[in-house]
């Protein structure tokens, strides 16, 4: 069987879908894939066909100017995944910003797959949308988000997607999210961190996160940076900005309350504030062996980190910015793993700190990483492939 597998936005769209694809492989079945440019190097570099899809999803650092020109997203979608899906037998959608994957598979005749990364991307009477910083009251407000949310998408994309499909002699649709998600989507998230909601008129398959394993071993710096006193702190924001100033809020906080602290640079450029030891810098880093050794993780409530923290048994202090980052936020302070924190400043951080250094926090967060599953990717293949076997 070949699968072609489409992702856009940032490296938490992605790498679960490259961890996805190395399954199938694994199960003898050919995957291309088709990622923003920013990515093409690495997926390729796995042995796969990688194709450039939409745009690098980073904002501009400072001297740095914006792109001339920002080509239509959705046509681009139409173009790219309708020529690198010839000769597939089936197309997999990681997240639902997926405009034209759909339609190309109805237009070759293809089986269509799309996974959604949080339960709040599926429409529910259970969750509001992505973006909601507080749950309504009651599912009849819940319901009025959701009717917001299909007008916005509907403003912004219903025509190109229209006018993208009479182009391929395809018939209109009504309402973006429905064609997009369909009557069976997937959640690609853990059933502890993120169960799934209510969907009426829709029937979920939840196959656990896609998590892509990762040996790469710590450099040597930070080794020595780990053994060299108590447990640090880690502050990470990934593909997420920051305002300025923000590395001197951050590493104040955890010094506070008497911690070192390891700062991740990510796209917002966090960096050290003077040459203390207490505090290093570090690049793109693994994860996995790093949150075991650390009293506690900062970051911006991604599913990604927040299941890699869950996984690692850390306790966890998430500063949502958009999207289904506060749903995360949400699921945190639920499980009792962690603590969610509105906006930036030293004192509103330290004392976060404060309370999730508590010993039960910590104690509760490796009882919660028991029962956090690792082979979604593996699930997800097999159920792929079980596909592919009905033709």
């Given at each position: 069987m070949i699968v072609l597998m489409s992702?856009?936005?940032?490296?938490?769209?992605?790498q679960p879908v490259v961890a996805l694809a190395l399954e199938m492989q694994a199960l003898g079945h050919e995957v291309r894939l088709c990622v923003p440019p920013n990515f093409v190097d690495w997926v390729a570099g796995l042995g796969f066909t990688a194709t450039p899809v939409g745009i690098e999803m980073r904002a501009p650092r400072a001297g740095e100017a914006a792109?001339?020109?920002?080509p239509d997203l959705i046509t681009d979608q139409f173009e790219t995944i309708g020529s690198a899906a010839?000769?597939?037998?089936?197309?997999?959608?990681g997240g639902v910003h997926q405009y034209a994957a759909r339609s190309v598979a109805e237009l070759h005749g293809l089986r269509y797959v799309v996974a959604a990364?949080?339960?709040v991307s599926l429409p529910s009477p259970d969750l509001a949308p992505p973006g909601q910083a507080v749950e309504p009251d009651g599912a009849a407000a819940t319901l009025r988000l959701w009717d917001e949310t299909r007008r916005a998408w509907n403003l912004r994309s219903l025509e190109r997607v229209n006018a993208n499909r009479a182009r391929l002699g395809l018939a209109r649709v009504d309402d973006v999210i429905d064609h997009i998600l369909g009557d069976r989507p997937w959640l690609a998230a853990d059933a502890t961190l993120a169960p799934a909601p209510a969907t009426p008129g829709m029937r979920v398959v939840q196959t656990g996160a896609w998590i892509l394993p990762d040996s790469r071993p710590l450099a040597p710096a930070l080794e020595a940076f780990l053994d060299g006193g108590e447990a640090p702190?880690?502050?990470?924001?990934g593909s997420m900005p920051a305002a300025p100033g923000t590395s001197r809020v951050l590493i104040d906080a955890v010094r506070a309350v008497g911690r070192r602290v390891i700062v991740s640079r990510g796209w917002a450029d966090l960096a050290p504030i003077d040459d203390a030891p207490d505090c290093i810098a570090i690049g793109e880093v693994n994860?996995?062996?790093?949150?075991?050794?650390?009293?506690?993780?900062?970051?911006h409530s991604g599913a990604g980190t927040t299941t890699a923290a869950a996984r690692a048994g850390v306790a966890q202090i998430v500063a949502?910015?958009?999207s289904d980052q506060f749903y995360w936020g949400r699921r945190v302070r639920a499980l009792g793993i962690g603590t969610a924190i509105a906006g930036l400043s030293r004192d509103t951080l330290a004392s976060a700190l404060r309370e999730t250094l508590e010993p039960g926090v910590a104690t509760r967060a490796r009882a919660v990483a028991t029962t956090v599953r690792s082979n979604g990717a593996a699930i997800a293949a097999r159920r792929l492939a079980e596909l592919g076997e009905l033709g």
């Open positions: 992702s856009v936005g940032t490296r938490g769209d992605v792109p001339a020109l920002i010839q000769g597939c037998d089936l197309i997999v959608a990364y949080a339960p702190v880690y502050i990470g924001f994860q996995q062996a790093l949150f075991t050794r650390v009293a506690a993780v900062v970051h949502p910015m958009f």
